[in-house]
Nanobody
């Protein structure tokens, strides 16, 4: 499975960005897709996730500002980020998770940099 993320960039505080992620090479359904972010010196943290059924989960810090969506038919996912803050600056990673029998399968895309200037 390969995950291709796009949409990062530089934006001023209060602005918006939209991240996209597309999965290819899958031979099974992806249970959960999500976005994580990481800043130097800190652990990677969950930003938002969405199940194949459409259930979503958000970090408290982004609730009300970010919206995750998913197209199961295309194995694609997007993250609409509004009202961006400097503390949202990080490398954002796309993740796909599936549980096949008793195996946990986790796939990561290459990160995309998001920089929010004050």
């Amino acid at each position: 499975v390969q995950l291709q993320a796009s949409g990062g960039g530089v934006v001023q505080a209060g602005g918006s960005l939209r991240l996209s992620c597309a999965a290819s090479g899958t031979i099974f359904d992806i249970d959960v897709m999500g976005w994580y972010r990481q800043v130097p010196g800190k652990q990677r943290e969950l930003v938002a996730s969405i199940t194949s059924g459409g259930s979503t989960n958000y970090a408290d810090s982004v609730t009300g500002r970010f919206t995750i969506s998913r197209d199961n038919a295309k194995n694609a996912m997007s993250l609409q980020m509004n009202s961006l803050k400097p503390e949202d600056t990080a490398v954002y990673y796309c993740n796909a998770y599936s549980k096949i029998y008793n195996y946990d399968l986790n796939y990561w895309g290459k990160g995309t940099q998001v920089t929010v200037s004050s």
